[in-house]
């Protein structure tokens, strides 16, 4: 792994089930600095974008939308192999972003603990969190983080809300050195 003084650009792979909001975030993200195409040999989708955030520059990847990281499809085998940096033509990432839907929280964090349990850093996008509270599900995002042991950042990424906190957090995880290397 390159020093944060020597590495020109970090990378950031977004993960989360199917219709949590990822694509939207990706969008929110790299806005309209993006790509896409497929990854080798199979058809699926290849999303790749890029951002700057505080004098660093950012490749960010929206993975296919997964319901586990025990693979029983081709696009959840490919997020698979990017998050453990087995992808040849992806980089490992430096920090997963895990992108959950704040009305199904309890079926998004089965994906998030699988997530973290790889040892990478990992930081949690708790989003629709209007859409949640219009529904009457409040979510204590401090305590959530707390009890996961990751930073949560609340998000609308429709609206664009809580981009700029997570984009900070993103900075943050990688000025403390808490990256992953892949070796733990």
């Known amino acids: 792994m390159l020093t944060t003084e020597t590495q020109t650009e970090f990378t ?18 790299s806005g309209l600095n993006q790509r896409t195409g497929n990854y080798p040999g199979v058809t699926v989708e ?13 490749q960010v990847i929206d993975l296919p939308g997964t319901y586990s990281l025990g693979p029983k499809s081709p696009d959840e ?9 087995r992808q040849h033509d992806v980089p490992e990432p430096d920090v997963i972003v895990c992108v959950a839907d704040a009305n199904n929280l ?3 964090l089965f994906l998030a603990s699988q997530v973290t349990d790889l040892g990478a850093t990992v930081i949690l996008a708790l989003n629709m969190v209007d ?11 401090e305590l959530l983080s707390r009890k996961l042991d990751i ?23 990688i000025d403390t050195g808490d990256v992953s290397t892949g070796h733990h």
Not at 13 to 27: C, E, H, I
Not at 77 to 85: H, P, R
Not at 151 to 173: F, H
Request: aromatic share 4%; charged share 25%; net charge positive.
């Open 151 to 173: 930073p949560v950042v609340p998000i609308q990424a429709n609206k664009k809300i809580g981009i700029d906190e997570l984009k900070t957090k993103i900075c943050r995880a």
């Open 106 to 108: 309890e079926r998004n």
């Open 77 to 85: 085998t490919i997020a698979l192999k990017v998050l453990l940096g």
């Open 46 to 58: 290849k999303k790749v974008g890029r951002y700057s955030c505080e004098r660093r520059k950012f």
């Open 131 to 141: 859409i949640a509270a219009r529904n009457g599900v409040q979510v204590d995002s």
């Open 12 to 29: 950031v792979a977004l993960v989360g089930n199917p219709n949590t909001g990822k694509s939207t975030l990706f969008n929110a993200l």
